[in-house]
Nanobody, 115 residues
């Protein structure tokens, strides 16, 4: 299993970014995909999840209405569109999937929201 995130960067408050996660090594379309984030000095926290076939999405209260998770099974990719970004959104963002009770993570991509 391999997960590779991209799309992070520096953005001003109120700005937008779109994160991407390319997956390989498993039957992507069969598994839910999630995004997590970890801010400096804080524990990793769940951000959003999309179920197989994009049947259901779920969001942490802190990002609901601002972030959108989506997936493209043909491209074996999951995305996180982040709008109205705030300094509290600054973190390393990780792609995640749970397969047979094992968590798999990407290397993370840094998102910094600052003026």
């Amino acid at each position: 299993v391999q997960l590779v995130e991209s799309g992070g960067g520096l953005v001003q408050p109120g700005g937008s970014l779109r994160l991407s996660c390319g997956a390989s090594g498993f039957t992507f379309h069969s598994f839910a995909m999630s995004w997590y984030r970890q801010a400096p000095g804080k524990e990793r926290e769940w951000v959003a999840t999309v179920t197989p076939a994009q049947d259901t999405t779920a969001y942490a209260d802190s990002v609901k209405g601002r972030f959108t998770i989506s997936r493209d099974d043909a491209a074996m990719s999951v995305y996180l569109q982040m709008n109205s970004l705030q300094p509290d959104d600054t973190a390393v963002y990780y792609c995640n999937t749970l397969i047979s009770l094992s968590n798999y993570w990407g290397q993370g991509t840094q998102v910094t929201v600052s003026s």
